[in-house]
């Protein structure tokens, strides 16, 4: 149920012209598009086939699960463990105030504000049903759009066990309605061979 279509609407027009300014690209079909800006209309359109009656609140969240993250580099962090959860916490942070701004221009209330942010911040997964549902969608959208390079990424045989370890990760992070939407996605047999073989 969305309270106001027009601001709803703008709101996504905002977010999307900020993921607009995206320096890094994505090549699809020899079209070239923000890195960002397409991985939020991934998202949106994983939503709306997997939970298509979400929360206004939510449908905003999904949209900006990664709003101007290429202005916070992972190489500001250090490269350890600890630095990588440090960048995801501050992410979390960053990307609710960025939407949560843009969103009070346009005039939502706090309340609202306030659950997109949690949501960002992934707040009681597996407790919230609303965090669970962004964590399924991301991982859906992962799986459909990011998993052959993830894959490409860690081929070697060295390698192989920190790719199962992730997939496994990944996994448990979902819900049993996740887990079935994911092995309802069209995957590539090489791909369908990965996420087996993370499973068995």
Same mark, same amino acid.
């Given at each position: 149920?969305?309270?106001?279509?027009?601001?709803?609407?703008?709101?996504?027009?905002?977010?999307?012209?900020?993921?607009?300014?995206?320096?890094?690209?994505?090549?699809?079909?020899?079209?070239?598009?923000?890195?960002?800006?397409?991985?939020?209309?991934?998202?949106?359109?994983?939503?709306?086939?997997?939970?298509?009656?979400?929360?206004?609140?939510?449908?905003?969240?999904?949209?900006?699960?990664?709003?101007?993250?290429?202005?916070?580099?992972?190489?500001?962090?250090?490269?350890?463990?600890?630095?990588?959860?440090?960048?995801?916490?501050?992410?979390?942070?960053?990307?609710?105030?960025?939407?949560?701004?843009?969103?009070?221009?346009?005039? #939502?209330? &706090?309340?609202?504000?306030? @659950?997109?942010? *949690?949501?960002?911040?992934? +707040? =009681? $997964?597996?407790?919230?049903?609303?965090?669970?549902?962004?964590?399924?969608?991301?991982?859906?959208?992962?799986?459909?759009? #990011?998993? &052959?390079?993830?894959?490409? @990424?860690?081929? *070697?045989?060295?390698?192989? +066990? =920190? $790719?199962?370890?992730?997939?496994?990760?990944?996994?448990?992070?979902?819900?049993?309605?996740?887990?079935?939407?994911?092995?309802?996605?069209?995957?590539?047999?090489?791909?369908?061979?990965?996420?087996?073989?993370?499973?068995?």
């Amino acid at each position: 149920m969305i309270s106001d279509k027009p601001r709803f609407d703008l709101a996504i027009a905002r977010f999307d012209a900020a993921n607009a300014e995206d320096p890094n690209k994505e090549v699809i079909d020899g079209k070239e598009y923000p890195k960002e800006l397409l991985y939020a209309q991934r998202m949106t359109d994983m939503l709306n086939r997997f939970a298509p009656d979400a929360p206004e609140h939510v449908q905003l969240a999904v949209r900006a699960q990664h709003i101007c993250r290429w202005k916070v580099p992972r190489e500001d962090y250090p490269m350890d463990r600890a630095g990588y959860h440090q960048w995801r916490t501050y992410l979390y942070k960053y990307h609710g105030e960025t939407a949560g701004a843009i969103m009070r221009e346009l005039g #939502y209330d &706090e309340e609202t504000i306030g @659950k997109l942010q *949690s949501l960002l911040r992934k +707040e =009681k $997964l597996k407790l919230n049903p609303e965090t669970q549902l962004l964590e399924d969608v991301v991982d859906l959208t992962f799986l459909e759009h #990011y998993l &052959e390079a993830f894959v490409q @990424k860690y081929s *070697s045989r060295y390698e192989e +066990e =920190k $790719l199962l370890d992730i997939l496994r990760k990944t996994w448990k992070k979902m819900s049993e309605k996740g887990h079935e939407a994911a092995l309802k996605l069209d995957f590539k047999p090489e791909m369908l061979a990965v996420v087996q073989k993370a499973l068995g």
